[in-house]
Each structure stands twice: as structure tokens, then as C-alpha cells.
């Protein structure tokens, strides 16, 4: 089955420093990469929407210029979180689409998760 | 707008237990439905999906059938092992627009022998 590999699985990090997450679509094609982030005890909350080759769609309260996203390959999506601090502390998942953007039913594949922790 | 209404945990039972966690959604249009578990320091796995009213969603044991009547995909298992030990995520994906996942807030199941 189609596989995501998403790395490092688990950082530690000082407060200020700037952390890379990367997420691989390792057998198929992702047009489409999905940020999730994992608050403790609450649900999976969408940060952006990555298209191959153009800008990331952020939520409504993700800032952007903090957790920088680039999709520049159909197999690699990387997050970014910039001058990290310990609220940005938390569980990060990709995930990836299978197809063109014209192929909306397509399922999503995740990756493991990385857990983020700043000190 | 869409969205998902599960279930709160944690949920304790003993092996061989009935096993339901609620799920209920508000969506617009004809949403998929899907349940996602997340083991011990794993990701994400699909675990059974349902697409269309009154499809019903099985695997390992586990099945949701897709309720419009009562916008419900409530999982069940008639009886739980130990291995079933993890976080249940009930998700809605919309028919319209980017077709991301809205998901629930997660049940944690702990299945004692």
C-alpha cells in the first residue's frame, strides 16, 4: 500500500531554534500534502494544504511566516517552524493524496508523526 | 460548515466487551466518513471508511455503518481484544472545496485482559 514517511519522528530542540519536518510520499505521486498538528487530549486540527509547486493554503489563525511549508518535488513536503518556542510544543502530521487535484476523493495517506518538543 | 462530534474518553474495558464510540458530524452536501486509529507512538491509520448512506464500514472486526437519518458513524466491535488498545479518530471529508479531513477529538480505548 501506498506509504508516507514523515521525519524526524521525534525532536528536541532550545527555544529559538528552527525545526524541519519532512514528509515523503515514498510509492505514488502526492499532488496534495496535508500539515495536521495534535494539541494534547484534543483532535487533529488542519495548519495548511501544500500543492506541488505553488504556495500553501493556511487555516485561519496559522501563521504563515511561522511554519513555513514548501512543496517543491510530488514526493516531498517539508514544515518548517521557525524560531521555535515551547507553545509550539506538540504532535505534527502529514499526510499525503494520492493523484491530481482534479481527484478530490482520492484517500489520504499519514505519515507516523513528529513529536515537537521545545525547551 | 463541517464538522465532527465524538464520543469523549477514555474509555476502560475488559477483553471480550462490547465496544461503541459515538460519532456524529454536521456537513453540507454528501460527506465520506472514516475511522482512523492511532496506536501507541504510531500514526495515523485508516481503519474503515464508508462513502455514501447506509454504507457499512468494516475491518479487524470493527464496523460503522453511515446513518444520514441521524448524521451518525458510530463504531462498534462486539468484542475487544487487548491489541485494540489505542486513540479512535471519527473523521467527515467534504464533497466540496480542498477535501481535507475534519476529524473528531479522538477516544482513547484501553482494553484490559
Known amino acids: 500500500g501506498a506509504v508516507v514517511s514523515q521525519h524526524p519522528s521525534w525532536v528536541i530542540c532550545k527555544s529559538g531554534t528552527s525545526v524541519k519536518i519532512e514528509c515523503r510520499s515514498l510509492d505514488f505521486q502526492a499532488t496534495t500534502m496535508f500539515w495536521y498538528r495534535q494539541f494534547p487530549k484534543q483532535s487533529l486540527m488542519l495548519m495548511a494544504t501544500s500543492n506541488e509547486g505553488s504556495k500553501a493554503t493556511y487555516e485561519q489563525g496559522v501563521e504563515k511566516d511561522k511554519f513555513l511549508i514548501n512543496h517543491a518535488s510530488l514526493t516531498l513536503s517539508t514544515l518548517t517552524v521557525t524560531s521555535a518556542h515551547p507553545e509550539d510544543s506538540s504532535f505534527y502530521i502529514c499526510s499525503a493524496r494520492e493523484g491530481s487535484i482534479l481527484h478530490g476523493n482520492q484517500p489520504q495517506h499519514f505519515g507516523d508523526g513528529t513529536r515537537l518538543s521545545i525547551l | 460548515g463541517n464538522s465532527v462530534t465524538q464520543m469523549e474518553g477514555p474509555v476502560t474495558l475488559s477483553e471480550e466487551a462490547f465496544l461503541t464510540i459515538n460519532c456524529t458530524y454536521t456537513?453540507?452536501?454528501?460527506?465520506?466518513l472514516f475511522w482512523y486509529v492511532q496506536y501507541p507512538g504510531e500514526g495515523l491509520q485508516l481503519l474503515l471508511k464508508?462513502?455514501?448512506?447506509?454504507d457499512k464500514g468494516s475491518n479487524k472486526g470493527f464496523e460503522a455503518t453511515y446513518r444520514k437519518e441521524t448524521t451518525s458513524f458510530h463504531l462498534e466491535k462486539g468484542s475487544v481484544q487487548v491489541s485494540d488498545s489505542a486513540v479512535y479518530f471519527c473523521a467527515l471529508r467534504g464533497s466540496t472545496g480542498a477535501n481535507n479531513l475534519f476529524f473528531g477529538t479522538g477516544t482513547r480505548l484501553t482494553v484490559i485482559p
Open positions: 456537513a453540507t452536501g454528501y460527506p465520506s
Open positions: 464508508a462513502t455514501k448512506a447506509d
